[in-house]
């Protein structure tokens, strides 16, 4: 399957200037308006911020100027998100959510009448949109999801279904709902309908306090048979797959930018203090582990950033580009940001665990990119699926889009040799069959290192750091097929159910059952102050 931009951007001068004057803005506006440790620490973003972020335009970056917004490419977002979670991963992600999985939805796939409505107030900021997939029992698996549609006789639906982890979901005038809609006992497809919160059955339900981006609202969200009209179901009827993988493609794209960003944060707080401080030995910055700390951060950097502008490229030529990319930009620079984030905390040491220094914030905030939009398990598993087919579209990435023709031979070679590893050894049970699942887990991790790999390799640059960048990934692509071919470490641990759950059940027996059960703080109103009467007094 693959993804295209499909909208009007301005021509591409004018989208680097835009983008630039909107860094410039951002930088200056977080020196003077911005407190992040008070972000956090109260968990809400000011107002004000979230306001004037509307005017700059940030919320229209990607809606088209005839709707009132800015028309950035891809490019210019992908500058701007990285700008902002230079700043604050926690911002960036807040506009990243109002941007992608909120506004794009309606601008890219709603009727006339519903931009017409909706959209120039959802560019300037005066209306924030949501997207509600996520459910207690489904996150990115569409047909698990339990929401559904009734189109009724009137020829409204009526939409059902309990959400969660929806970010801006309070703060949301309208949500993007995903539900399959039903005749009778059966489902007739998945649909895609824009939903306004204040329409009579929307339940807003409890906020979810995180661990990380603790400023941004992430709340449940309850339907309860809520009326929609024709004209506000997205893309048509059965149409919800595209809208739905088409938001998830273009999230991952801007999480791997926030994620860029973050690590060039990480790099310069390393920089800073290991230059500045003193050791038995001399300047930190003189150290060879610090030194290695750096130089694999800036590789980091490089491999994500090669990833994500390859695709950047792509989408603003016009060109239809393979899921699979969005996907490793995505756990590559998740994963990436999160080893950066850890080694920062350990460079910095006891500064490191000061939360007044912003570095463990910072590693909070870098824990969930690793999760949403698709955990970097089910995401490397897809990918090991595509190099398990020799026709997919990583091997086409691979071969034409990246110019990696012995990169797709090399990885294809692993596939070969992985489906010839018949048996595995395990801690326990001796020699058992090689479960397909961590077969797909073995080489979904070196398609991740292959397409590293390729994108830098495609990279005009040419400056010793390149150099090193593209050495780095070719060890880790080597690494992982030789992980995959022969065995890794984890293989040597790994448990048949029976013996894990024999395992946790002596720590269990030794321990207890660990659980605090102590009550919480009061939250329900009185029975005697609430509107409707009580039935019974207690």
Same mark, same amino acid.
């Given at each position: 399957m693959r993804i295209s931009s499909r909208y009007q951007p301005v021509e591409a001068p004018e989208s680097a200037r835009r983008a630039e004057a909107l860094c410039a803005w951002l930088r200056d506006y977080a020196a003077r308006r911005i407190n992040s440790r008070l972000i956090d620490e109260r968990r809400c973003i000011p107002p004000y911020i979230a306001l004037d972020f509307g005017n700059q335009g940030i919320f229209g970056m990607q809606v088209e100027e005839r709707w009132g917004g800015l028309g950035l490419r891809n490019r210019g977002v992908s500058r701007v998100l990285q700008q902002a979670s230079a700043l604050d991963l926690g911002l960036g992600t807040f506009i990243l959510t109002s941007l992608f999985p909120g506004v794009r939805p309606i601008a890219t796939f709603g009727s006339p009448a519903l931009k017409e409505a909706v959209l120039r107030d959802l560019a300037t900021g005066r209306v924030f949109a949501g997207y509600a997939q996520t459910e207690p029992g489904a996150g990115?698996?569409?047909?698990?999801?339990?929401?559904?549609?009734?189109?009724?006789?009137?020829?409204?639906?009526?939409?059902?279904?309990?959400?969660?982890?929806?970010?801006?979901?309070t703060w949301a005038g309208v949500v993007t709902v995903m539900a399959h809609t039903v005749e009778g006992d059966r489902r007739r497809g998945l649909d895609a309908f824009a939903v306004r919160t204040h329409a009579p059955g929307v339940v807003m339900g409890r906020e979810l306090l995180s661990l990380g981006m603790r400023g941004m609202v992430q709340s449940e969200i309850s339907f309860r048979d809520v009326a929609v009209d024709e004209a506000d179901l997205l893309a048509g009827r059965g149409q919800g797959l595209e809208v739905g993988v088409d938001s998830m493609c273009f999230s991952r794209f801007a999480i791997a930018a926030t994620c860029v960003g973050a690590m060039k944060n990480c790099a310069q707080q390393m920089l800073r203090f290991a230059g500045r401080r003193s050791i038995a030995t001399g300047r930190l910055l003189e150290h060879p582990v610090v030194l290695a700390a750096l130089g694999e951060t800036s590789a980091r950097i490089a491999g994500a950033e090669a990833v994500l502008d390859r695709a950047a490229e792509l989408l603003d030529a016009g060109e239809d580009v393979a899921i699979e990319l969005f996907a490793v930009a995505?756990?590559?620079?998740?994963?990436?940001?999160?080893?950066?984030?850890?080694?920062?905390?350990?460079?910095? /040491?006891?500064?490191?665990?000061?939360?007044?220094? /912003?570095a463990p914030q910072l590693l909070r905030d870098a824990r969930v990119t690793r999760i949403f939009e698709g955990t970097s398990e089910a995401l490397v598993a897809y990918l090991g699926q595509q190099a398990f087919a020799p026709r997919s579209d990583l091997h086409e990435l691979l071969r034409d889009r990246l110019a990696a023709g012995p990169v797709a031979d090399a990885l294809a070679a692993c596939v070969a040799r992985v489906r010839g590893r018949t048996q595995l050894e395990t801690a326990g049970a001796g020699e058992a069959p090689m479960q397909r699942s961590w077969q797909l887990a073995l080489i979904g991790h070196a398609a991740v290192w292959a397409v590293v790999l390729a994108a830098l390799r495609q990279r005009a640059e040419n400056s010793e750091l390149a150099e090193r960048a593209r050495a780095w990934a070719a060890h880790g692509f080597e690494a992982a097929c030789a992980?995959?071919?022969?065995?890794?470490?984890?293989?040597?641990?790994?448990?048949?159910?029976?013996?894990?759950?024999?395992?946790?059940?002596?720590?269990t027996a030794e321990l207890g059952e660990v659980e605090q059960t102590l009550p919480g703080a009061k939250q329900e109103l009185d029975p005697l102050l609430r509107p409707t009467p009580p039935r019974e007094l207690g």
């Open positions: 990115t698996h569409f047909p698990a999801m339990s929401a559904r549609a009734v189109l009724g006789s009137d020829g409204r639906y009526r939409v059902s279904g309990d959400k969660v982890w929806i970010g801006n979901a995505k756990v590559a620079a998740s994963e990436f940001l999160w080893a950066s984030a850890d080694r920062l905390v350990q460079v910095l /040491g006891s500064r490191g665990y000061d939360e007044a220094n /912003g992980h995959a071919s022969n065995g890794s470490p984890e293989e040597l641990v790994l448990l048949s159910p029976a013996e894990a759950e024999k395992a946790v059940e002596a720590y």
